[in-house]
């Protein structure tokens, strides 16, 4: 994992955290690498039945051993940007 991978998963870590318009879920799984970020509408109701959720405004899945991890995490952090203006 690269220096420039780390920074922008602390960068999407941030935006997550600064964004109040939307509920932003970052996690990583350690044993596979990857990084999930998820974006619901703030005012989602999760202890509604799972089944009943819309679809998230954003679901991503980062495989940060993939040769296009950097384009990846670049472009959910732009479109975490996006959603955080939209919402606005």
Aim: charged content about 25%; hydrophobic content about 45%.
């Amino acid at each position: 994992m690269t220096d420039n991978i780390i920074n922008l998963c602390n960068k999407i870590q941030r935006r997550a955290m600064k964004t109040k318009r939307v509920t932003i879920s970052v996690d990583y799984a350690a044993h596979v690498s990857v990084l999930s970020v998820r974006a619901r509408a703030a005012d989602h109701n999760y202890m509604a039945k799972a089944e009943t959720w819309p679809a998230p405004l954003m679901e991503r899945y980062i495989s940060l051993d993939a040769p296009d991890a950097v384009e990846q995490l670049t472009a959910a952090l732009d479109e975490m940007k996006a959603l955080g203006r939209k919402q606005s």
